[in-house]
């Protein structure tokens, strides 16, 4: 895995902190050209690592990464699916099996559909088994980043935490199993319970060292149910830990909170997001220093 | 370990339910809904007691609480069930779409001091209940005037067949929306004396209301304007943002950010004349579990606490929740459709 991934969320209009920054980010963002002049600032400055979550902009920045194949040789990229709010809509509009149908029928492209009736058959023919469902649900999720190098598939932490909290294992197991055989890529899963996370993904489900991003910043910033508690699982338990919102949306200054990321022994990746070429810069400098 | 059955598995019934079956010294005992592959499934899955129906669930399993969440016209209903079975309920927003029956059922609660909550989530947001604190400590003085908005892309095109576009199930961006932004407005001034300038509009939908504004009048002095859309298409996720404007100063709050402008230096809160920033970043406190956002859990984990506490004078108590029900009957009631 790359040590430094490059976020997302500021091109689309997400910030923790501030609706007036969410907003101005979504402004900057809005032409496609500047979400890639950024994209390849980070690139020049020697990050080959990208998260991508799979909503309506990722379909166009994968489409700018597969017609530019040549200028990113060697890019690995890190979905996150599925895009949450896109589902969520859809779920308050029509309910949950309505969604899960209407999203099969409307992204299903022409060149990958027959896998997908295929599947759509088996799942009908079976009587309604769940984990057709979720191959299928993935299989849409994943058709915005075919073609590209794909090194983690990490679901999205609203479903992963869903699922925890629900306890349904063979969920997790079956994700993991279909990540690997199907995309050929490392399953990961976000979660904003990373303790209880860890706990359940080694100990019920057997899955062994998994890859697990999630908040860890100075402020303790999203650490459910305690920084401490995180602190303890990511010095002792064996699991690969990705850290985000090291910043927690720019509450923390970039030394404080690099400094504290490294004191953190263990951790294999570090995800962040920027819109500049200087703190994108500064960034890369505070992490190759503080390795140093 | 207290037992909790779950009416309703859609989307708020399953993040309730993932809340609550993290916590440790809650059980998941059973739940209701009509047979889908979502029941099929959690029964597969998760063990899930499953029932076709609430009212077999109520005879068949020993609960000590129930979680509510079906479609707003069918809460009544569950709840006096419910009652009847001695059980704690926390029920999803709106609590009735028929206040007087739901003064009723407060006073039921009331009476076998059972913890009545309804899903009013921002009451649990840690920005609002500091502006709350704020207003409680005069910080801005004497209120005058507030503006208090919400407003979502939720529904930008018509759809007949979802229940929240039928008017009579409590379907429309009234209950499913406007409920949040006038309890929040009863949480931080009470309730109205009266409204007046009520319109109601169409944007989308056929049969119900896709934006709803009001005044709100208040004997105390001080006026306020609601205005509550879901068919902004702008808004990423539903988003509520309250002013308040008082004689030494102005509240500016949302999710994420509470703006205070003093008139002049507060010693007292430690306040500047001019601008004074809070982030939420600043303030958020971990929950024993994440599923949404925090102010999800805490609601939940303030229930379990009432429930092991004996706390019947909750927050967002059925009592709280009927005011916002008789000032969304007024608004319909009173309102100008176009």
Known sequence: ?292 | MLKGGFVGVGRMGLTHMAILNAQPNVMVAAAADKPSVISSFLKKHMGLNMFADYQSMLEQVSLDFVVISTPSDSHAEIVEAALGKNLHIFVEKPFSLNPQKGMELARIAEGKKLVNQVGYVTRFHELFVFVKRLLGESVIGEIKHFKAEMCGGTVIRDNKKAWRSEKNKGGGCMYDYASHCVDLVIYLFGKPDQTVGNVTQKIFSAHVEDLVSSTFLYKRGFTGNILVTWSDASFRKPTTKVEILGEEGKIVVDKYSCKIYLNKDSEKHGFQKGWNILHITDMVQSVNFYARGNEYSRQLEYFIHSIETALTDNIASFRESVMTDFVLEEIRRESTER
Request: with cysteine; charged share 25%; glycine share 6%.
């Open chain 1, 1 to 292: 895995m790359e040590k430094i991934i490059f976020g997302d969320n500021q091109f689309f209009g997400i910030n923790h902190m501030s609706e007036e920054r969410a907003q101005a980010l979504a402004e900057k963002f809005r032409d496609l050209k500047a979400i890639t002049d950024v994209l390849k600032t980070a690139w020049d400055v020697g990050i080959r690592g990208f998260m991508l979550n799979s909503n309506d902009r990722a379909k166009e920045i994968c489409d700018f990464l597969r017609k530019n194949k040549e200028s990113f040789e060697g890019l690995r990229l890190y979905p996150s699916i599925p895009y949450p709010h896109k589902y969520a809509n859809l779920v308050t509009e029509k309910g949950i099996i309505n969604t899960i149908r209407d999203v099969l029928c409307s992204e299903n492209t022409a060149k990958e559909s027959l896998g997908l009736i295929w599947k759509g058959g088996a799942f009908f023919s079976s009587g309604g088994d769940a984990t057709k469902i979720m191959e299928l649900l993935i299989d849409v999720e994943m058709q915005v980043f075919r073609e590209l190098n794909v090194e983690v598939v990490f679901l999205q932490n609203v479903v992963t935490d869903l699922v925890l909290g629900l306890g349904l294992k063979e969920v997790f197991i079956h994700y993991y199993a279909y990540i690997k055989e199907k995309y050929n890529a490392e399953p990961g899963f976000i979660t904003m319970n990373l303790p209880k996370l860890v706990a359940f993904l080694t100990e019920v489900c057997g899955l062994d060292n998994p890859i697990v991003c999630s908040p860890i910043n100075k402020r303790g910033y999203f650490m459910n149910p305690s920084a401490e508690a995180c602190e303890e699982v990511i010095a002792k338990r064996k699991f690969r830990p990705v850290a985000m919102s090291i910043y927690a949306s720019g509450a923390i200054p970039p030394k404080e909170a690099i400094e504290y990321i490294s004191n953190q022994k263990n951790i294999n990746a570090i995800v962040f997001g920027a819109s500049s070429k200087k703190n994108i810069e500064e960034t890369i400098g505070l992490i190759k220093q503080c390795s140093d």
